[in-house]
């Protein structure tokens, strides 16, 4: 079992960045694949990025590749996601979700625990 709380979110500027954080709480932290989705009003909840165990294999959606960086600190029981340029189109609820194996997946339903999630605004 693990629990996963998420923070980092807020209003910004188009252009700006921000950096979420996943916080785990256990022991196995390490032995989990990590993933970040994010659902906007009216739309389904899609795939932001995933990153493996040891945090050397990480996997991006088109829409922010380029601009999104996942990472974890393995000793912190932490995952982050740092945002640059933001977009208006980035404006979500993003969510942190644990996986028990190694490898992220794209796919939503392949995810065991999931966050609350944390309110990001990008204002235009």
């Known amino acids: 079992q693990v629990q996963l709380v998420e923070s980092g979110g807020g209003l910004v500027q188009a252009g700006d960045s921000l950096r979420l954080s996943c916080a785990a709480s256990?022991?196995?932290?390490?032995?989990?694949?990590m993933g970040w989705f994010r659902q906007a009003p009216g739309k389904e909840r899609e795939f932001v990025a995933a990153?493996?165990?040891?945090?050397?294999?990480?996997y991006y959606a088109d829409s922010v590749k380029g601009r999104f960086t996942i990472s974890r600190d393995n000793a912190k029981n932490t995952m982050y996601l740092q945002m640059n340029s933001l977009k208006p189109e980035d404006t979500a609820v993003y969510y942190c979700a644990a996986r028990t194996t190694y490898r992220g997946s794209y796919y939503s339903e392949e995810y065991d625990y999931w966050g609350q999630g944390t309110q990001v605004t990008v204002s235009s």
């Open positions: 256990g022991r196995t932290f390490s032995s989990y694949a």
């Open positions: 990153i493996s165990w040891n945090g050397r294999s990480a």
